[in-house]
């Protein structure tokens, strides 16, 4: 068996993978200045971003969470990768070569997760090909009477599925993947007889995540005989979750970043006719209901912080698109971007609207979108019988409480008032039952949060110092597990720290050796900056370069590392690189005068308790404190 992969290998991909790259894939990032980026962070939920990466130093540190690390603990996270899974991943994005110690070759990976997606990719290759033989023929008419010809299936990579039990089994020995790492990838199943194809005489879209690996699959049946369900994907396999991916955002992220919009559709056939159409945002949830998972995703991509985003759902008019349409609207909160509900006219999907009006007509759906409150309140009222007395009152009782939650509190007198003409009642009746629902909304977010309190919620959970009491009743309570979030002092002389070390760490060549020994040397007040510090001077000698950082975390305990990357990552505040020079030196400058303020007063002090008979003493102080003057001279200057 191969052993550890070269330690020489480990650090050059790291600093030839570009981490603000990497992390796009999964967060829409934007710049936060002068080398840094920010977007809304994937380890939790959050409006406003948080998130920051430094790609200069090659790290990404979250100050509302604590998450932080440079390029493979990002992977590692994200992915849920061993550290030797996370190298791999990123060699093969650059097409890197990696070398390992104790023999030859890569380390055995059956059951992992890179021998799984590996098994998707050649099965996805061999679907493919699948489809341009003559059994495939039900196949490609059954995407040619859709509008979607060869170009199209090789845009989205549709395959097809033979009806043999084996072919995909016996194809995938051939390239070396055993029966039992198909298995675990959903290639196959397990029956009486042994293993046989998952799927088999079935039109196959790969599901990719949002890096355009394939780590799934959906498959639409063609023959009668075929007993299984109309439509079947792959179980959840250590790469496959549905509940945390979207077929095609892989191919819309870089349009939903850019326009900040996105289009929810329902099947896989959708998404292409979407595309075709030049609506190119356009998603679709795999074999589930869109989810709390599917909005964080989407959150990320778009870069959801602003409340300018829109996103559209598009519903079939039965009872199965109405439910889910209810379901989503219960997690529209969830959402700063404004949503939206598109259903097409006679209650055509984008697929069957493409072929019957053509691509224009695909487009003008989505222009005719309503916002989501409204669609939902129309489907409310639909159930009422609004020619009476009590179907009127039960209506707007029921409708009232959608018009209180609308975020945009400028937008409720509006949809007061139309509230009360679709339910035919006064304006003055719906602004009582509107008010009424905002009163009884906010009664119930207190009742909820003092429920939390008496079963021991008090809150966000913050950091609570070392040796700090437990609780009131003098219990012992256990630290929270997970990243250690320092929270520093935010008087002028923690900042001026914070801020030099920051300097120091994040432009070293800037400031220059000389000003960072003198640095090094200076007292610091805050004791986990002064640890920063300390490992900040092991390493001045060799100051800045490409391990830099590197070479900081690796002098510091385990539970400061963390504070570095923090300090790392966080932005400077200067705007423009040709005002970053003059700040990193100022701020450093600033925390050397002040120290020799500190060891002046000292020096005064001594010489105030010299006596008259220690005259030596005496001229020696005197010296000192014209060499701390000179100095404080020379870093005026500077």
């Not at 021991?456 to 979030?485: F, H, N, W």
């Not at 960072?516 to 610091?524: G, H, T």
């Not at 100022?586 to 308790?609: H, T």
């Amino acid at each position: 068996m191969a052993g550890r992969i070269r330690q020489a290998d480990v650090e050059e991909l790291k600093q030839r993978v570009n981490i603000a790259d990497v992390i796009g894939d999964y967060v829409t990032l934007k710049s936060a200045g002068v080398g840094s980026m920010k977007g809304l962070c994937p380890f939790h939920d959050e409006r406003s971003p948080s998130f920051h990466v430094r790609p200069t130093v090659g790290y990404f540190h979250c100050f509302g969470c604590g998450e932080s690390g440079d390029v493979y603990t990002f992977v590692q996270k994200m992915d849920h990768l061993s550290f030797t899974e996370s190298i791999e991943r990123l060699a093969q994005r650059i097409n890197f070569e990696l070398h390992y110690e104790e023999g030859s070759g890569k380390p055995n990976e059956s059951g992992n997760r890179s021998r799984i997606l590996a098994a998707n990719t050649a099965a996805a290759e061999f679907f493919v090909a699948q489809l341009a033989t003559p059994g495939a023929a039900e196949g490609r008419k059954f995407l040619g009477e859709r509008g979607f010809d060869k170009a199209a299936a090789e845009h989205f990579g549709i395959g097809y599925a033979p009806k043999a039990w084996n072919e995909l089994r016996d194809h995938l020995k051939t390239k070396g993947f055993t029966e039992e790492e198909q298995l675990q990838a959903g290639l196959l199943s397990q029956g009486d007889k042994g293993v046989y194809d998952r799927f088999r005489g079935r039109v196959i879209w790969p599901i990719r995540d949002v890096t355009g690996q394939t780590i799934g699959f959906g498959a639409r049946k063609l023959f009668d005989d075929d007993q299984g369900p109309k439509y079947l994907n792959t179980p959840e396999t250590p790469v496959y979750h549905k509940q945390q991916v979207l077929y095609g955002l892989d191919l819309a992220k870089r349009d939903v970043s850019k326009t900040r919009r996105v289009v929810v559709v329902e099947g896989y056939t959708d998404v292409m006719a979407a595309h075709l159409s030049g609506v190119t945002t356009a998603v679709a949830t795999c074999g589930t209901s869109f989810g709390v998972e599917h909005i964080k995703l989407i959150r990320r991509i778009m870069g959801d912080d602003s409340g300018l985003g829109e996103v559209i759902f598009t519903f079939d008019p039965d009872a199965a698109g109405q439910k889910a349409a209810m379901r989503a609207f219960a997690e529209e909160q969830r959402f700063a971007a404004q949503t939206f509900v598109a259903v097409a006219p006679e209650g055509l999907d984008p697929c069957d609207l493409r072929l019957a009006r053509g691509e224009q007509a695909v487009r003008d759906l989505m222009d005719a979108k309503v916002p989501m409150f409204e669609f939902v309140i129309r489907q409310m009222l639909k159930n009422y019988n609004l020619d009476t007395v009590e179907g009127r009152v039960a209506a707007l009782r029921e409708a009232a409480p959608v018009v209180a939650d609308i975020r945009d509190s400028a937008l409720r007198p509006g949809y007061t008032r139309e509230l009360a003409r679709l339910t035919g009642v006064d304006v003055s009746e719906a602004q009582v039952a509107v008010s009424n629902a905002v009163k009884a909304s906010r009664s119930k977010g207190m009742q909820t949060t003092s429920e939390g309190a008496r079963q021991g919620y008090a809150g966000p959970a913050t950091a609570r110092p070392a040796g700090a009491p437990a609780d009131i009743a003098g219990e012992a309570v256990a630290e929270p597990e997970g990243p250690r979030v320092f929270e520093l002092k935010n008087d002028p002389s923690t900042r001026l720290e914070r801020d030099a070390m920051m300097a120091l760490i994040q432009y070293p060549e800037l400031v220059g050796l000389e000003l960072a020994a003198d640095a090094v040397q200076s007292a610091i007040m805050d004791a986990n900056l002064a640890t920063v510090r300390d490992a900040i001077g092991a390493n001045v000698n060799e100051l800045g370069g490409e391990t830099w950082l590197d070479r900081i975390q690796n002098d510091l305990p385990h539970d400061f590392k963390p504070l570095v990357t923090q300090l790392a990552v966080a932005p400077l505040p200067q705007k423009n690189a040709e005002q970053t020079q003059s700040y990193c030196r100022g701020v450093v400058i600033s925390l050397i005068e002040r120290d020799l303020v500190r060891r002046k007063s000292e020096l005064v002090g001594r010489l105030q308790r010299t006596s008259v008979d220690q005259g030596e003493v005496s001229r020696e102080i005197q010296r000192e404190l014209l060499e701390l003057e000179t100095e404080r001279r020379s870093l005026r200057e500077d």
